[in-house]
C-alpha cells in the first residue's frame, strides 16, 4: 500500500513518495537535454552556442514559476496541516491566477525585444540568428512551461504525484519524437527544436488544469480569493529556489561571455554539454527535495517534531551517498558522454573532455546543498533558504569566475562551478545549528 502525505514514512517509503518527482524533474530537465543533443549532431555546434546563450532568458522565467509551485505548495501543504482546508485550496487558486497573468503580460512584451535580449545575453553575429529564433518561439509560448513547471509542484500537494510521473514522461516522450520529426525528417533546424520543447509543456500543463477543475479530493480549484498575506508567504517561501533558477541563469550568462572570451563558440558548446548534465543531477536532487517537501511541511504544521528529525537525519545520509554515486558514474562517462555530444568536431570534443573532468567534482556537495535550501522552504524560513541558495547559486559561482579564471584562465571557469558547490555546503553545515536549535528537527 502506497503512502500518503499524512502518513509517517520510513526512507524507502519517502523515497518512493518523491520517486514520481524526481523522474518528473528529470524529464522536464530533457526537453532542454533532448534539445540540445539533437541540435548538436544535426544542426552543428554554433546552433548549440546559440541555443545555450538564448535559454537562460527563458530560465529566468521559469525561476518565478518554480518560486510559485514550491513556495505555494509548502504554503498550501502548512495550511492543510492545520486543518484549513478551504483556506489552502482558495489560496493555491488565487497562486495559479497571478502566476497565469504574469505569464502572459511577459509573452506579449518580450516578442518586441527578442534579437536585443539576445545581443545583451552574448550572442555575436554568428550565434544571434540561432539564438533569436529559439528564443522567440520558448517566450511566445511560454505560458505552457510556466503551468508545467507550476502543476508538477503541487501534483504531491494534492497527494497523487504519481500524477506528475506520468504527465512528464508523456510530455518527455513527445518532445524526443517531435524533436526527431522536426529536425531531422523537416530541417527546421533550431525553431524545430523550440517547438518540440513547448509540445512537450502543453501535456503537463493542459493535464493539470483539467486535474484541478475536476478532481475533488485534496486540493483543487475554488473561487480564488485575493489574500496577499497567501501570496507574500508563497513568494518568501519559495524565493530561494527562484533565487537559485535566476542565478544559474544569470552565472550561464556570465560563463558564456568568459568562455567566449577565452575560449570561444568551442568553449560555449563544451560548457553546454557540461550543464546538460548537471540538469540531470540537479533534477534528481531537486525532485526528491520537492518530492518529500510537502510533507515535510505537513509534519512540522501538525507539530511532530520527533518524527521530523528522523526524517530529516535519514535524507541527509541518503543524499550525501547519492552524491558520491552520480559523482563515479558521470566519472566512468565522460569520454563517452563528450564523444556523443561532438564526435564529428575534434576541437570542441577536446575542451569538452578537460572541461568535464573539473566538473564533476560539483556533484559531491549538489545532493546536500539543494536538500538543505529546499527545507528550510518547507519550515517557512524563506530567508535562510535564500541565503543559501543565493550563496550557492550566484555568489559563489560569481566570485569564483572572475577569481579563478583571472589566475588560471578557462581552467578557472571549469573549477568555478565545484569550488562554489563546495563553500555553499560549509554554509548549510553552519545553519544546521539553526535546524537542531530553533526548529528542532536535526
Not at 34 to 49: H, K, M, P, T, Y
Not at 250 to 258: E, K, R, T
Amino acid at each position: 500500500m502506497s503512502a500518503a502525505l499524512t502518513d509517517k514514512m520510513t526512507l524507502p517509503q519517502l523515497v518512493r513518495f518523491s520517486l514520481p518527482a524526481v523522474i518528473s524533474m528529470i524529464f522536464l530537465s530533457f526537453y532542454t537535454i533532448v534539445d540540445g543533443i539533437f541540435v548538436a549532431r544535426c544542426v552543428g555546434a554554433d546552433a548549440l552556442s546559440g541555443l545555450n546563450i538564448a535559454y537562460p532568458c527563458y530560465g529566468l522565467l521559469m525561476a518565478f514559476a518554480t518560486m510559485f509551485g514550491t513556495g505555494g505548495s509548502a504554503y498550501v501543504s502548512y495550511r492543510m496541516g492545520q486543518g484549513k482546508k478551504n483556506t489552502a485550496r482558495r489560496s493555491f487558486t488565487f497562486i495559479f491566477c497571478v502566476l497565469l497573468g504574469l505569464s502572459a503580460a511577459v509573452a506579449f512584451l518580450s516578442s518586441f525585444y527578442i534579437e536585443e535580449i539576445c545581443v545583451l545575453l552574448g550572442a555575436d553575429s554568428l550565434l544571434l540568428p540561432y539564438a533569436a529564433d529559439y528564443l522567440r518561439i520558448l517566450m511566445l509560448y511560454n505560458p505552457l512551461g510556466v503551468l508545467q513547471a507550476f502543476f508538477l509542484c503541487f501534483f504531491s500537494a494534492a497527494d497523487n504525484p504519481k500524477l506528475a510521473l506520468w504527465f512528464s514522461l508523456a510530455g518527455g516522450f513527445l518532445n524526443i519524437f517531435l524533436d526527431y520529426l522536426f529536425i531531422v525528417k523537416y530541417g527546421w533546424g533550431i525553431a524545430g527544436a523550440a517547438y518540440a520543447t513547448m509540445a512537450g509543456c502543453f501535456v503537463p500543463a493542459f493535464g493539470g488544469l483539467v486535474y484541478f477543475f475536476c478532481n475533488r479530493e485534496l486540493l483543487y480549484f475554488m473561487r480564488p480569493v485575493p489574500s496577499r498575506s497567501a501570496l507574500l508567504k508563497t513568494v518568501s517561501n519559495g524565493s530561494s529556489e527562484m533565487v537559485s533558477t535566476v542565478s544559474v541563469s544569470v552565472c550561464c550568462i556570465l560563463i558564456n561571455l568568459a568562455m567566449m572570451k577565452y575560449v570561444g563558440s568551442a568553449g560555449v558548446a563544451a560548457y553546454s554539454a557540461a550543464l546538460y548534465c548537471d540538469f540531470l543531477v540537479v533534477s534528481g536532487f531537486f525532485g526528491f527535495s520537492v518530492g518529500i517537501a510537502p510533507h515535510i511541511a505537513y509534519h512540522f504544521g501538525a507539530k511532530q517534531q520527533q518524527y521530523l528529525k528522523k526524517t530529516v537525519r535519514s535524507c541527509l545520509i541518503f543524499l550525501a551517498a547519492m552524491s558520491v554515486l552520480f559523482f563515479g558514474i558521470f566519472w566512468v562517462l565522460i569520454l563517452p558522454l563528450a564523444d556523443f555530444f561532438f564526435g564529428r568536431e575534434k576541437a570542441v570534443f577536446d575542451v569538452a573532455v578537460f572541461g568535464l573532468r573539473i566538473f564533476a567534482f560539483s556533484f559531491l556537495f549538489k545532493g546536500l546543498n539543494i536538500f538543505g535550501s529546499a527545507l528550510f522552504t518547507a519550515l517557512g524560513s524563506g530567508k535562510i533558504s535564500a541565503v543559501l541558495a543565493f550563496s550557492r547559486t550566484f555568489v559563489f559561482i560569481l566570485l569564483n569566475v572572475y577569481v579563478l579564471s583571472y589566475f588560471l584562465g578557462v581552467t578557472g571557469i571549469w573549477l568555478a562551478m565545484p569550488s562554489a558547490e563546495a563553500m555553499a555546503l560549509l554554509v548549510f553545515a553552519a545553519y544546521c545549528r539553526v535546524l537542531k536549535n530553533y526548529y528542532n528537527v536535526l
